[in-house]
T-cell receptor, first 115, second 115 residues
Framework: AQTVTQSQPEMSVQEAETVTLSCTYD???????LFWYKQPPSRQMILVIR??????QNATENRFSVNFQKAAKSFSLKISDSQLGDTAMYFC????????????FGQGTRLTINP | DVKVTQSSRYLVKRTGEKVFLECVQD?????MFWYRQDPGLGLRLIYF???????EKGDIPEGYSVSREKKERFSLILESASTNQTSMYLC??????????????FGPGTRLTVL
């Protein structure tokens, strides 16, 4: 069974700092996708970034990048030059093409960016 | 923009009541999902549907049922609400096929309190 673990329930940094959110996962499949979703306070969840397991290059979307360590089953999210609008819950999720083919989410990390 | 709407942002019901949560998407997506979100547990899949009148159980279907009579609408039903169903309920939709590159688009959520 797939599992996704986020070991940091809460994090807090100052505006403009760089912050890294951790995520580990477990799957027996060789082909899978990993995602980071952002849920701002009282707003809808949106996709931040996705990574395909067979691609060695780490995905990047503007200030957001991932550090994908396949052997270690680690998938961390780095936010550079953090902004007040980055304050949100962040969820890591995995998806495989086998079995139930559903997104499995981690517990979430509440990130606060302080002015 | 994809728009996923949910019938209520906040709902308060009594134990034993029948509760309907409605979700509507306007992008002609085939797949629709219902999750519940609880602190420390992340998002857990209740049911999903990949076509009209089709439904599949997720990880925690007990105490819930769903209905999909029209492509754009996916309803979650609590036949007899209980206090342990107090939670945030999120609806999501995506294009055809359980493919990992199909981004899931989320609604704003319904915070249900069962007294």
């Amino acid at each position: 069974a797939q599992t996704v673990t986020q070991s940091q329930p809460e994090m807090s940094v100052q505006e403009a700092e760089t912050v890294t959110l951790s995520c580990t996962y477990d799957t027996s499949e060789s082909n899978y996708y990993l995602f980071w979703y952002k849920q701002p306070p009282s707003r809808q969840m949106i996709l931040v970034i996705r990574q395909e397991a067979y691609k060695q290059q780490n995905a990047t979307e503007n200030r957001f990048s991932v550090n994908f360590q396949k052997a270690a089953k680690s998938f961390s999210l780095k936010i550079s030059d953090s902004q007040l609008g980055d304050t949100a819950m962040y969820f890591c999720a995995s998806f495989t093409l086998q079995g139930a083919q559903k997104l499995v989410f981690g517990q979430g990390t509440r990130l606060t960016i302080n002015p | 923009d994809v728009k996923v709407t949910q019938s209520s942002r906040y709902l308060v019901k009594r134990t034993g009541e029948k509760v309907f949560l409605e979700c509507v998407q306007d992008m002609d997506h085939e797949n629709m999902f219902w999750y519940r979100q609880d602190p420390g547990l992340g998002l857990r899949l209740i049911y999903f549907s990949y076509d009209v009148k089709m439904k599949e159980k997720g990880d925690i279907p007990e105490g819930y049922s769903v209905s999909r009579e029209k492509k754009e609408r996916f309803s979650l039903i609590l036949e007899s609400a209980s206090t342990n169903q107090t939670s945030m309920y999120l609806c999501a939709s995506s294009l055809r096929g359980l493919r990992p590159d199909n981004e899931q688009f989320f609604g704003p959520g319904t915070r249900l309190t069962v007294l």
